[in-house]
């Protein structure tokens, strides 16, 4: 069946096509690579993701990513370095680079980038994080909550000073955490948030994710690839800044000696296949949130359209021409 939808827009990607973005020797050439690589994969517009680093690490690849010009790029997200310190809600993050929220660390990373940070991920427990949170929320800059292990409380007091969003829900916290309450439940349950979901069968499980679209709601639904240099290449070692992930042949990324996945090899076509196929949800219910939900929740636009081969039965979309 031939279907025709606006070009996917993927707020969440660390690298692509054995690129890192996070690498200090990036260059726009590379990127550009990358970039063209993901356009098969219907990503017509993204979010370069830089993860928690050095402010002088941080800037050597933001100086890249602000200066390409290239249209598809709508902004950084910057994931931490304001985050959780603890083993699990860290993640494939580097212990050494964790930080307070700080107003001037963040003028800082911004000048490097140009201003085009777009999008903040953050703990919410980090101290000073309410204060950080207003000041971004105020210059214009989405804040998202994610690798965290903040108490109910916390959560509330971050979302009244602005975050509107949950970065890749179900991940970047604990591997064990109490029945209830605990940062799952109060994310899902917080009306007015959006929810980022990796949906590649590794980082959620398929009932994970159709409990949450249904909690959530497609509406406020937005699938991440959360994608590093592993995807859309073969299985072996690639890295994200200065942290390796093996990438198995079922398509994990992993830190090696740990249960911690290390981003994803995830597309966005197979996104949105998995999400069809977990849900049970029409692909017309699933195609915004891989599209135009993302855009406008960053305030932008999509770019393009897709023209795509979509296979009811198998539930596999195949991107034709973009």
Not at 296 to 321: C, F, M
Request: hydrophobic residues 45%; negative net charge; contains cysteine.
């Amino acid at each position: 069946m031939l279907i025709e939808t606006p070009g996917f827009f993927d707020l969440q990607v660390n690298g692509f096509a054995g690129v890192d973005f996070n690498q200090l020797d990036l260059s726009a050439d590379r990127v550009s690579e990358a970039i063209g690589v993901m356009r098969t994969t219907g990503v017509t517009r993204l979010l370069p993701t830089l993860i928690t680093s050095s402010l002088e690490h941080f800037a050597a690849s933001a100086r890249v990513l602000s200066r390409l010009g290239d249209p598809a790029i709508a902004g950084i997200h910057m994931e931490g370095p304001y985050i959780s310190p603890e083993d699990g809600a860290r993640g494939a993050h580097p212990r050494e680079h964790v930080r307070p929220a700080s107003i001037d660390d963040f003028k800082r990373r911004q000048e490097a980038a140009n201003g085009r940070i777009a999008l903040v991920t953050m703990a919410a427990e980090v101290p000073e994080a309410t204060t950080l949170i207003e000041h971004m929320v105020e210059s214009g800059v989405r804040v998202a909550l994610g690798h965290t292990a903040a108490t109910p409380l916390q959560i509330v007091d971050a979302l009244a000073a602005g975050a509107t969003m949950a970065t890749h829900l179900g991940n970047g916290c604990a591997q064990l955490l109490p029945r209830h309450p605990n940062v799952i439940w109060e994310l899902l349950a917080a009306d007015a948030v959006f929810a980022s979901l990796i949906v590649d069968g590794h980082h959620l499980p398929p009932s994970t994710v159709k409990a949450m679209v249904r909690a959530k709601d497609p509406r406020w639904s937005i699938l991440v690839t959360d994608a590093i240099a592993a995807a859309a290449s073969p299985p072996g070692e690639y890295r994200i800044g200065g942290t390796i992930g093996i990438l198995r042949e079922d398509g994990r990324v992993s830190l090696p000696g740990t249960p911690y996945l290390a981003g994803s090899s995830l597309t966005m076509d197979r996104a949105v296949g998995n999400a069809v196929r977990f849900t049970g949800l029409a692909i017309d219910r699933i195609l915004p949130m891989a599209s135009t939900i993302p855009a406008a929740y960053i305030g932008q636009s999509t770019a393009g359209t897709i023209k795509a081969d979509w296979n009811p039965h198998t539930r596999e979309l195949r991107v034709l021409h973009v």
